[in-house]
């Protein structure tokens, strides 16, 4: 289970994250070591035969990289290509090894994101560690695919990739500073060297400036009804639940997101927020009331076995700026992969 991103991350002041100061330094060496140990070859890295497309980021937390990687499947289904996806399956009990997802697997064995990841898009999805690895598996058991997504994989050096999507929320990047004393895997320079950045929410005139010739695109995630966990093809108009009162639940990097959606949509929203990937249990949706219960559909995967009645989940869709897709058809067409 994730645990919550601790409060000195988000401030540059705090003791601990001084503290911290020369660890990060340290790892911000090591990182920066091992980034170009791959690009001299030294480290070896597996090219496929296919193009590899990264969905990333450079911090910890949740930045909305599964929307993108939906939206990302669709625009290349619609331009006639046949996706797969490969993911690390955090949280799954896969750790250690490989294996292909079926739309109606179990969150608990294959990981909450690869799940859901299956059922949205409708393409194959293999899960390991060993990102190549399952990459390998993926194109064995489905040699159709021309084209991969690796979920969550900017810092997984190890699979070499044609183009790098970064996924940036402000919010996420905390102090800026490396981990420990930050939330940053690697630094906002890191940003100025993928092929087409993804802003959701609103970026600082500092982050721009450290992005240099980066284009940017900005995101928004956007829903329209609630679809019944216990009777999936009934939907509800948001507007249905306008005004009421609602336990909102959310096992999601950023929890106010979702809390602050709902509550744009009129809902008179209770938080319930949990740590990123939590393992729900029955006991956790038991608010000893009346009242709707809605949550993400990363949760409703886990959820479902067990939902009340009364149990809601609240489907969303990023929608990204206009020539977005096609700038990533253009870079994929052009075949020339990143270093």
């Known amino acids: 289970m994730a645990a919550k991103a601790p409060a000195f991350w988000f401030r540059r002041n705090h003791p601990a994250a001084l503290a911290l100061l020369p660890l990060s330094l340290l790892f911000r060496i090591l990182a920066a070591l091992r980034r170009r140990l791959y690009r001299a070859g030294v480290l070896s890295s ?9 969905v990333g980021n450079i911090a910890v937390g949740g930045s909305g990289k599964t929307p993108v990687v939906e939206w990302l ?31 109606d697997g179990d969150p608990v064995r294959y990981g909450d994101e690869p799940v859901l990841l299956a059922r949205l898009c409708g393409c194959p999805v293999a ?21 991969l997504i690796s ?42 060297t993928v092929e087409l950045v993804i802003a959701h929410g609103d970026l600082s005139p500092t982050l721009r400036e450290a992005l240099h010739a980066a284009p940017v695109f900005p995101m928004q995630l956007e829903g329209a009804a609630f679809r019944s966990l216990t009777v999936p093809d009934r ?26 959606q709902l509550a744009s949509l009129g809902l008179d929203v209770v938080p319930h927020p949990f740590p990123d990937h939590h393992r729900f249990v ?27 009645d009364d149990c809601w989940e609240f489907p969303v869709r990023a929608q990204i700026g206009a020539g977005a897709a096609e700038l990533i058809l253009e870079k994929l067409n052009d075949g020339s992969p990143t270093a």
């Not at 900017?154 to 990047?173: C, K």
């Open 127 to 147: 899960i390991g560690r060993d990102r190549p690895a399952a990459a390998q598996a993926l194109l064995q058991a489905h040699p159709e695919c021309d084209v």
């Open 235 to 260: 939907l509800l108009p948001a507007a249905a639940l306008a005004g009421r009162r609602v336990h909102a639940v959310a096992g999601i990097g950023r929890p106010q997101r979702f809390f602050d």
């Open 151 to 192: 979920d969550d994989g900017m810092q997984h050096y190890r699979l070499a990739r044609d183009l790098e999507l970064a996924v940036v929320d402000e919010r996420v990047l905390g102090n800026c500073w490396p981990l420990p004393a930050g939330p940053l895997r690697e630094p906002l320079s890191r940003l100025a």
């Open 282 to 308: 029955a006991a956790d949706l038991d608010f000893g009331g009346a009242q709707p219960i809605v949550m993400t559909s990363k949760d409703a995967v886990k959820c479902a076995a067990f939902a009340p």
């Open 73 to 103: 499947v669709r625009a290349l289904v619609i331009a006639g290509r046949r996706p797969g996806i490969v993911s690390r399956g955090y949280g799954s009990r896969q750790d250690g090894g490989v294996a292909l997802v079926p739309p």
């Open 46 to 54: 597996v090219r496929l035969p296919v193009p590899v497309i990264v």
